[in-house]
C-alpha cells in the first residue's frame, strides 16, 4: 500500500513538474502537495491513518499537481467540459476548492475521533466544518498576500477569471465539499477505524 501510494504520488509529481505552464505558479500549487508528503512520512509510525484518508489526500495531491502543470484556469478537460455545459469559465479551481474541504474533514474526523477531542456527533460535525472552513478562509488569505507580493505573477495563482464571487464561491466549495465528505463517508471511516483498532 505504501509502496503504491508513493508510486502514484512520485509519478504525478514528476509529470507535472514537466514543462508545467509557469514554473512559480506550479511551486505555488504543489507546495502543499510537498508538505503533505512530508507530513504523512514523519507521522507514518506514530500515527499512521485509515486506507480511506490515505486514498484521499493523494487524490487532493493529484488535484493540485494537475492544476499546478496547466494552472486552475487552463486545464483542458475542464475547457472541454466548460464548452459542453455552457460555463463562462474553467471550472477546475472550484473543483480545487471542493476538494479543500472534502479531504481535510476527513483527516480531520480521524484525528478528532482517534484522539477522543470531540464524542458528541453533531459537535464533532459543527468543529470539523467550522475548521474546514478557516482553512479555506486562510487560503484565501494566502492568495491574497501572493498576489500583492508578487503583482501580475499570481494571476494564474488566483485563478479568479475575473469572476467578482471568486474568493466567496471558493469557500463555499468548501464548505459544500467538507459537509459532503462527513455525510456521505462517515460510515465508511467509522468502519475502517474500527477494522483498524483505531478507536
Known sequence: MKALWLTVFAAAFIWSAIEPKDRFTWLLEVLPAIIAVVVLA???????????????????????????????????????????????????????????????????REIVIRKHIINGRGWRFFFIVSFCLAVSAFYELVEWWVALATGDNAEAFLGAQGYVWDTQSDMAMALLGASSALLLLGRWHDRQLLQRHFV
Open 42 to 108: 514523519v507521522s507514518y509510525r506514530r500515527f499512521p491513518l485509515t486506507l480511506l484518508v490515505y486514498t484521499l489526500i493523494l487524490s487532493h495531491c493529484i488535484i493540485l499537481m494537475v492544476g499546478g502543470h496547466y494552472t486552475y484556469a487552463e486545464v483542458p478537460l475542464f475547457d472541454t467540459l466548460g464548452e459542453i455545459m455552457g460555463w463562462s469559465r474553467n471550472n477546475y479551481d472550484k473543483l480545487g476548492h471542493f476538494a479543500q474541504g472534502f479531504v481535510p474533514a476527513m483527516v480531520a
